[in-house]
């Protein structure tokens, strides 16, 4: 029934909550997990001020840069690791880390490699603050078209 789970991971701590269910849901049907670590782009706006002009503006772009090549290689060194010890336990694991808005990147990785089910957390915000930041997982249940195994994470 599934031979391809798809857990996105960003290394938090609601992010680790998911895969136990993900590794007894692999175990049971022999299927392989694949880690997937988006990394988002820098927003702009933040940076507005620093980029306007004059010979700040280049340093900035660089910091940012440099910024961004460190968390593909903290997500690279993180999910290498955890694929190590999901090998471990007998489950044959994939990993990619990528670059874009999370919930576009989870729909497109699950589209273009054949994902069964996603399992992924869901912080549980709620009112002001969800409309405000989105919620990754509401855009993944509405646009996947696949089961999605969501695990309300908890502090």
């Given at each position: 029934?599934?031979?391809?789970?798809?857990?996105?991971?960003?290394?938090?701590?609601?992010?680790?909550?998911?895969?136990?269910?993900?590794?007894?849901?692999?175990?049971?049907?022999?299927?392989?997990?694949?880690?997937?670590?988006?990394?988002?782009?820098?927003?702009?706006?933040?940076?507005?001020?620093?980029?306007?002009?004059?010979?700040?503006?280049?340093?900035?772009?660089?910091?940012?840069?440099?910024?961004?090549?460190?968390?593909?290689?903290?997500?690279?060194?993180?999910?290498?690791?955890?694929?190590?010890s999901l090998g471990e336990?007998?489950?044959?694991?994939?990993?990619?880390?990528?670059?874009?808005?999370?919930?576009h990147a989870i729909v497109?990785?699950?589209?273009?490699?054949?994902?069964?089910?996603?399992?992924?957390?869901?912080?549980?915000?709620t009112g002001l603050i969800?409309?405000?930041?989105?919620?990754?997982?509401?855009?993944?249940?509405?646009?996947?078209?696949?089961?999605?195994?969501?695990?309300?994470?908890?502090?």
């Amino acid at each position: 029934m599934y031979s391809r789970i798809l857990v996105p991971h960003d290394g938090s701590s609601f992010a680790e909550q998911v895969l136990p269910h993900a590794v007894e849901i692999a175990k049971r049907f022999e299927a392989e997990i694949h880690l997937l670590e988006v990394i988002e782009p820098p927003n702009p706006a933040v940076f507005s001020s620093d980029l306007e002009g004059g010979a700040g503006a280049p340093m900035a772009i660089e910091a940012i840069d440099e910024a961004q090549e460190e968390l593909r290689k903290q997500g690279r060194e993180r999910l290498q690791s955890l694929a190590n010890s999901l090998g471990e336990q007998g489950i044959k694991t994939v990993w990619t880390v990528m670059d874009g808005e999370p919930s576009h990147a989870i729909v497109a990785y699950s589209a273009k490699n054949g994902i069964d089910m996603i399992a992924m957390a869901s912080h549980g915000r709620t009112g002001l603050i969800r409309a405000i930041i989105g919620s990754v997982t509401d855009a993944v249940l509405r646009n996947s078209g696949h089961p999605v195994l969501v695990i309300k994470a908890t502090e």
